[in-house]
């Protein structure tokens, strides 16, 4: 199992903290709670370039979806319109097989911003931006890693989706597309003396459990 660093953990942790204080200034239609759910990525191909100087193509690996999954916090102020503010730690996998198992796994905060609005009772739509914070990107040889990886701390994304509320419970699914070009280099001469390249922006569809601590979702 991954676990971040201490580091990684320390500014996680500050962000959570500078996001509770903040929120709970703010009293009129106001609630906030937490959050988690799964996600499955489906995005990119693995390109395995040919950098010994031979008579073969460079190799285009197709990705397969691995479920994933997401926890955090989040701020909603309004109601029948409203804004959400959320902080989310995310890991999601990208899976290639020709025929051996190449894996990369991707561990973020992510900080949406959703405006939304209530449509029909309990019935909401949502969109917004996504900014993200990759804290660890790590590539596998069926269970060994031994690569060095290159890539964009800071990325952007956006995401829309529907959800449904009861109380102080709400159930949301979401398309989540990372925007900002985000190649992962992956400089490994002890696999075949490949290198290898992907892009790992997310490409996700998630679904998500809210449940409000505070006020009413």
Known sequence: MYFPKIKQMKIFISILVLFITIATTV?????????????YNFSGDLK??????IDTDDVLHKAKSVQGYHGGL?????????????VVYTHFENEFSDPVIYT???NK???????????????YVFAGPDFQYILNEDFYETDISKSKET????????????????????????WDK?????????????????????????NQLVLSLNIALSGSD
């Open 178 to 202: 990372g925007l900002s070009e985000n190649s992962i280099d992956i400089a490994n001469s002890e696999i075949e003396n490949y290198n290898f390249t992907n892009d790992n922006r997310p």
């Open 48 to 53: 395995e370039l040919n950098v010994l100087a």
């Open 74 to 86: 989040w701020a909603k102020f309004g109601d029948d319109l409203f804004v959400k503010a959320e």
């Open 27 to 39: 009293a009129q239609d106001f609630s906030m709670g937490i959050k988690g759910g799964t996600n």
């Open 104 to 106: 990369i796994t991707t």
């Open 109 to 123: 905060i992510d900080i949406p911003v959703v405006l939304g609005v209530k449509v029909l009772g309990p019935l």
């Open 151 to 174: 890539y964009k701390e800071f990325t952007t994304g956006l995401h829309l989706g529907i959800g449904v509320a009861f109380g102080r419970f709400a159930l949301d699914f979401r």
